[in-house]
């Protein structure tokens, strides 16, 4: 029960800090990633574990220890890791015979598991092997899902979900354009997915668009889909759910037609025509004989404003 | 005009070199240069994300077997999508960021993609009693300035804190003695005490708001003491019993109903009154009990029936387990919130328990549970 967990008063403001930093807030935090070896990792397993790191900084938590446990069997290790290190995302890497060059890829919510993705390694070239100029630590990466698969597919529809939650990075009101250096592209064919990262070089054009040239930066990964462990829609649609503050507020009283006119509406008072000040009005004043009896009320029009 | 852009095509052309065209892929004929590209199902994109999610099915041909032709194919697909996101991303409203020099930067709409939360959202904290009171009274916050004129010092001081206006409270080296106050008595301790007492207080009333919120926080919800039109006898009964101890004198001079059972105080807490038979009372009942007493003591059967103890004990087991099992799986609703309200529901067991205690408690403990 929760009555056991000691509740920790800060004693200093750095230590209220780090506890304000951690608890529930409106707007969320960038999500970190932590990067866990199994007990059996591979050099294969272990290079993805690092380029993935280089590409997640500063995001990221590699942990060097290999870690025994099974995150299909048991959640409690990895819940544990989330809690210490505040960490939402993971990926987890082992190797057996059963099941070569594993890469399990999840996220959690309020620091229990929400889903988990088994994935196969079949091709892996690494940030190393490629010999180019790479892109800047921390940049922003340009995502990319090619392929009917990620639509049909539920499993496939949430892995990209994932995908696009991993790689993702800090959201951000505005964007240097000539910054948009890397790009992220997932394909999928045949039950395979192709992960590739390149490097975009923006070349003239004739036009105020620049021309792409895509230069291959590692690493690139050729993945297969093995078990999956989704979570419950009830439960997923919980984690989805926003407060209602951040909703963005609807102005009232203002509407838009299709040919981009804006309309606003106003609320007059009921206005007591007979002591209407018609005396200043000179558009009022037709003939001297007709003054009197005269309906000097201006008919309510709607504003306008284009 | 067109003359001109066509003459820049082809330097650009000239100046970027060769590059292959995969045979499947629907591209237009070779305007190489151009920032145009077709596809057959148009792109959905995310730019908060910078996210484009292409639906068009990859050419299954080019990417059957392993090798760099397969990674020119798939470059080539990477191309024309990136090509399409950055036509997107041009298309957004950008402006010079730090005057005229600066860098072009566009102003990224909302992401729209819906991505699960790391936390649940922050639950809003009930107002203390104070926030209650002042909410009531219409009591509103007084904006304070955080610096105060120290007409001694000659300068801004902070209201409260280090240094502040008005010298540090605890070196006052003159206190005056009130006008009823005792000669005697130390008024620099009397100071040290107040201030003692005051911290104390208001750290008490931070934790009690802290608990409130708390127990707030994980609250279950009470069964309704008003009529609803779905209560059990057990609700019933409660309200019942809440309402009678409900007077000023907690119950006890209320006039029992009709049928209402005389209920005994609950034992432990509550209920501290041991019940003692009469000194010189029934003798009859007396005298019957002593030979009860004695037979049990002199027959050879063991006054504690172990297998029908042992049975009751399973029973018991089976009984806890099978509630907890339904707990979990009825933990809302109308069924849960009954299996809640329902304690241990003895019945038979509480009952026999209740017969024997006033006849023979003495009896060597009977059926008595183990604690």
């Known amino acids: 029960m929760d009555a056991l967990e000691r509740v920790v008063k800060p004693k200093t403001k750095r230590a209220k800090r780090f506890l304000e930093k951690r608890e529930p807030k ?3 935090n960038t999500k970190n990633a932590m990067l866990i070896k199994g007990g059996n990792a591979n050099l294969t397993v272990t290079e993805v574990l690092k380029d993935i790191y280089a590409v997640k900084k500063p995001f990221a938590v590699l942990y060097k220890k290999k870690n025994i446990t099974r995150p299909f069997e048991d959640q409690t290790s990895l819940e544990f890791f989330s809690k210490k290190s505040d960490c939402s995302l993971f990926l987890f890497g082992s190797h057996n015979k059963k099941r070569p060059n594993n890469l399990i890829i999840g996220r959690m919510f309020d620091y229990h598991v929400l889903d988990m993705i088994e994935l196969g390694i079949e091709n892996f070239v690494s940030l190393k092997d490629v010999k180019n100029n790479k892109c800047p630590e921390g940049t922003k990466p340009m995502l990319i899902f090619a392929g009917d698969m990620f639509d049909l597919n539920e499993e496939y529809r949430r892995l990209k979900n994932l995908l696009i939650d991993f790689f993702r990075g800090p959201t951000v009101p505005s964007i240097r354009l000539a910054g948009l250096e890397h790009v992220l592209h997932f394909t999928a064919l045949d039950g395979k997915i192709y992960m590739r990262s390149y490097r975009v070089l923006l070349k003239k054009s004739g036009c105020k668009i620049p021309r792409i040239e895509l230069e291959d930066i590692g690493p690139s990964l050729d993945l297969v889909m093995r078990r999956t462990h989704l979570a419950s829609d009830d439960l997923y649609k919980l984690s989805l759910k926003q407060p209602k503050a951040l909703k963005p507020k609807k102005k009232k009283n203002i509407s838009h037609d299709v040919f981009g006119t804006t309309y606003g509406r106003i609320h007059m008072q009921k206005q007591d025509l007979s002591k209407l000040q018609t005396r200043k009005m000179k558009g009022l004043r037709k003939r001297r004989a007709e003054k009197s009896a005269q309906d000097g009320g201006i008919s309510p029009k709607k504003a306008k404003s284009a | 005009m067109a003359a001109a852009v066509r003459v820049e095509e082809l330097l650009a052309a000239a100046a970027a070199g060769e590059r292959e065209t995969p045979p499947g892929e629907p591209q237009p004929p070779p305007q190489p240069r151009g920032v145009s590209v077709e596809k057959e199902l148009e792109l959905e994109f995310d730019l908060g994300n910078l996210l484009a999610l292409d639906p068009n099915p990859p050419p299954a041909a080019g990417l059957r077997g392993a090798g760099p032709r397969r990674e020119a194919v798939l470059r080539a697909l990477a191309r024309d999508n990136v090509q399409l996101l950055v036509a997107q991303l041009w298309a957004l409203p950008a402006e010079r960021a730090g005057g005229a020099a600066g860098p ?3 102003r990224l709409p909302e992401p729209s993609c819906r991505l699960p939360r790391e936390k649940p959202p922050p639950r809003p904290r009930p107002p203390t009693r104070w926030e209650q009171f002042a909410r009531l009274k219409g009591i509103r916050r007084r904006k304070r300035s955080s610096l105060v004129w120290d007409e001694q010092a000659k300068e801004w001081r902070r209201r409260w804190g280090y240094r502040r206006a008005g010298g540090d409270p605890a070196r006052s080296w003159l206190v005056e003695v009130p006008a009823g106050a005792d000669p005697e008595e130390d008024q620099f301790a009397k100071k040290r005490q107040e201030k003692r007492e005051r911290v ?7 934790l009690r708001n802290l608990a409130r919120a708390h127990r707030a926080a994980t609250a279950v919800p009470a069964p309704p003491l008003h009529p609803t039109g779905h209560q059990s006898r057990e609700e019933l009964g409660l309200a019942a019993r809440v309402a009678r101890v409900s007077t000023a004198s907690l ?8 049928k209402e059972p005389v209920e005994l105080p609950p034992r432990g807490r509550g209920g501290k009154k041991r019940r003692f038979q009469p000194v010189l009372g029934d003798l009859a ?7 009860e007493l004695l037979r049990t ?6 006054a504690l029936d172990i297998t029908r103890a042992v049975n009751k004990q399973l029973r018991e087991e089976d009984a806890e387990a099978a509630s907890a099992k339904g707990k979990k799986r009825g933990q809302r609703g109308k069924r849960g919130r009954r299996q809640q309200q329902r304690p241990g529901r ?11 205690r006033p006849a023979g408690g003495s009896a060597g403990g009977g059926k008595r549970k183990k604690a």
């Open chain 2, 285 to 291: 009942a007396e005298r019957g009990r002593q030979l």
């Open chain 2, 346 to 356: 003895g019945g038979k067991k509480s009952g026999a328990r209740r017969q024997q």
């Open chain 2, 251 to 258: 119950g006890r001079f209320q006039p029992r109903l009709p």
């Open chain 1, 26 to 28: 409106l707007t969320e």
């Open chain 2, 200 to 206: 104390a207080r208001n750290e008490f009333n931070r």
């Open chain 2, 104 to 106: 072009l930067v566009a």
């Open chain 2, 297 to 302: 003591m002199n027959s050879k059967k063991p």
